[in-house]
């Protein structure tokens, strides 16, 4: 049998990293590419700007908390922020469905326009393509979008005992989107986290010499990022279990269904890595804006741990987070 | 029966025009978008950038003269092109389905590189998405480009008097898929016109005060563009129909289909507005490129027509070439 595409290869974990490395970098190789941020870093000098894109595919396309438009403005603006950049433009391509009710993609479209309006960018180009009822999922939405780099920012160079701060609650997202899609009902439906990092991003420019890397948990969630961020580091990461902050209603949600939250997705959380001696006054800083009052240091850089993550709770005892390898949940975002 | 996105909304032409205009301009406004120009341009001094997108859903993916790949790259930096602007960073953005052979999307990423490298740009950044069997059609891909405007060209008010160019012979693209389509096999198969038009432009860069407007002419073809224009203008085109260029087997299998060359798809060519003193030289000066030896002046800009395109033949009789009202031939690119 032929070498097919399989739905795991879009779980946004290791088999998504291997297919995007084998095919598309080997093929692609530019220096700026093979940054791999979560934006690229456009030019060396003068007026910095950072590139992004991100196609949203999630099903289903409203849930509490969002929907498809909101997600895919504030998701690609997400990826600029945690690159220190300052959202400015975004495109909008639409590939619709036939048949697509003209209801929903008003009320999508009001929520980009919204999310936009929030952040002060402008979506200054489009394109609007419409496939055969059978061959797409109601619409499916590509953002693409230029920031302004401040203050020169770039990520460094990580040393042990650097430290791992989320900015918020983690896998809330991804727990919406399950609950939905499994249909489970609570009294207080589980919101996602679906938002905009750029306010909190921006208030954090005093420590932006301290910030080594700034990545958001999306698809593969925490758990991926912070195996992304090992790599990167070439160092092991311990994350202490007690301190990564998961709301109650996402950790009954997980037990009820059998998930770790440390694997779905969030959607307006960023991960920081921290200089040791300024990650207290940064966390500080956090708890005090609007949007991170639950930060919290998760972790730290070890030397000994050879790129692995691991993850110790409150006994003592510890287990290796590895990326996500295959499927949870697909569709997520 | 509540209002739906319809497969015609996706042809190009005006319902694709007005589907964009009531759901998506009027939610985004803002001046940059509102131009409406094939790139948005951003910045109004200094190092001036173009910013587009374009998302491709063309089936087949494989055609006489090129793939999904190379229509991906060579479409968006066209899009640039036609603004004025080298094409400089592409994202490139896949929505693959699940069990699409992995040869094949190898060979589609291999043209995208090749495409890449002959414009000498880079791919900087991109995404990968797998959805379900069932919920696209092998493969979808999204590319936004960024590039650097040229002696800060920009499109001009265009007079009556000023002349109508075409790069190349017409529908090329169209016919080609048309033919694979209806399985219409001829002794040498129709080869699709897709390639780079940024070539030809950087040519042209002495005649940028006198160029009025560049437009590439893809779906909807040439006959929508021109109505695009004439909208711009505010003026009517008078179109010599002998004048305008279509090769012989494009013709063939337009009066073998029953369809009109004027509204098959191009992806290679532009369509050039040029003051009326220059449009002479101008032309000149295309027919010793490479890849515009067959460039005409198609027509001229007309006060009485009131924003209408007729084609006027030798027989001196004349019609009314409107915008693509339907689809002709869907997923064209």
């Given at each position: 049998m032929k070498d097919c595409v399989?739905?795991?290869?879009?779980?946004?974990?290791?088999?998504?990293?291997?297919l995007i490395k084998e095919i598309?970098?080997?093929?692609?190789?530019?220096?700026?590419?093979l940054q791999g941020f979560d934006?690229?870093?456009?030019?060396?000098e003068g007026q910095e700007l950072a590139f992004t894109t991100d196609s949203f595919i999630i099903r289903p396309q409203f849930f509490p908390g969002g929907d498809i438009?909101?997600?895919?403005?504030?998701?690609?603006?997400?990826?600029?922020?945690?690159?220190?950049?300052?959202?400015?433009?975004?495109?909008?391509?639409?590939?619709?469905?036939?048949?697509?009710?003209?209801?929903?993609?008003e009320s999508i479209v009001e929520s980009m326009a919204a999310a936009a309006?929030?952040?002060?960018?402008?979506?200054?180009?489009?394109?609007?393509?419409?496939?055969?009822?059978?061959?797409?999922?109601g619409i499916y939405i590509n953002t693409s979008g230029i920031g302004r780099v401040m203050d020169n920012y770039r990520p460094k160079k990580i040393k042990a005992g650097d430290a791992v701060i989320a900015t918020g609650g983690i896998g809330e997202h991804g727990a919406a989107i399950a609950a939905l899609r499994y249909g489970i009902k609570s009294k207080s439906p589980l919101q996602s986290d679906c938002g905009a990092i750029f306010p909190i991003i921006s208030e954090l420019r005093d420590y932006f010499e301290s910030i080594k890397l700034m990545k958001d948990p999306t698809r593969?969630?925490?758990?991926?990022?912070?195996?992304?961020?090992a790599e990167y580091a070439?160092?092991?990461?311990?994350?202490?279990?007690d301190k990564v902050p998961v709301k109650q209603e996402v950790k009954a949600l997980c037990d009820m269904l059998g998930m770790d939250p440390m694997y779905l997705a969030c959607e307006g959380r960023?991960?920081?890595?921290?200089?040791?001696?300024?990650?207290?006054?940064?966390?500080?800083?956090?708890?005090?804006?609007?949007?991170?009052s639950n930060a919290e240091i998760i972790g730290s850089f070890e030397d000994r741990y050879n790129k692995l993550v691991y993850m110790e709770n409150s006994f003592g005892s510890s287990r290796i987070i590895s990326a996500l390898e295959g499927d949870l949940l697909p569709r997520i975002c």
């Open positions: 399989r739905l795991r290869q879009g779980c946004g974990g290791k088999p998504t990293e291997k598309f970098y080997k093929r692609f190789k530019n220096d700026i590419l934006s690229a870093f456009l030019g060396k438009g909101k997600l895919a403005v504030y998701g690609t603006a997400n990826d600029l922020s945690v690159c220190g950049a300052k959202p400015l433009y975004l495109s909008c391509a639409v590939i619709i469905e036939e048949g697509f009710p003209i209801e929903s993609l309006g929030e952040l002060k960018l402008s979506i200054v180009t489009g394109d609007t393509k419409v496939v055969e009822r059978g061959f797409a999922d593969g969630g925490a758990a991926t990022v912070l195996n992304e961020i070439d160092l092991g990461i311990k994350v202490f279990e960023a991960i920081l890595v921290a200089e040791e001696s300024k990650a207290l006054e940064l966390l500080n800083r956090l708890k005090k804006l609007k949007g991170s």
